[in-house]
């Protein structure tokens, strides 16, 4: 998964991320962070969740994956 090292970058400044991320013209990111600026939280998920499915992931495993590189246990 490359884009754990984004992850980092992301959670260092998420305000550039997100400025950077709504000019990107990325459809399912823009949507993601219209969800979340309306708090609706059930839709993030199920993004989440469609984009696992898609790459033949499961949500734990991503979760395991992105908590061990941020070194959370």
Same mark, same amino acid.
């Given at each position: 998964?490359? /884009?754990? &090292?984004?992850?980092?970058?992301? &959670?260092? /400044?998420?305000?550039?991320?997100?400025?950077?991320?709504?000019?990107?013209?990325?459809?399912?990111? %823009?949507?993601?962070?219209? &969800?979340?600026?309306?708090?609706?939280?059930?839709?993030?998920?199920?993004?989440?969740?469609?984009?696992? %499915?898609?790459?033949?992931?499961?949500?734990?495993?991503?979760?395991? %994956?992105? %908590?061990?590189?941020?070194?959370?246990?």
């Amino acid at each position: 998964m490359n /884009n754990i &090292l984004q992850l980092g970058q992301i &959670l260092r /400044n998420p305000q550039a991320f997100l400025q950077q991320a709504m000019q990107s013209g990325n459809p399912i990111l %823009k949507n993601a962070i219209e &969800l979340y600026q309306r708090g609706d939280v059930d839709g993030i998920n199920k993004i989440a969740e469609n984009l696992c %499915k898609e790459k033949g992931v499961s949500m734990d495993e991503v979760m395991k %994956k992105i %908590k061990s590189t941020l070194g959370i246990n």
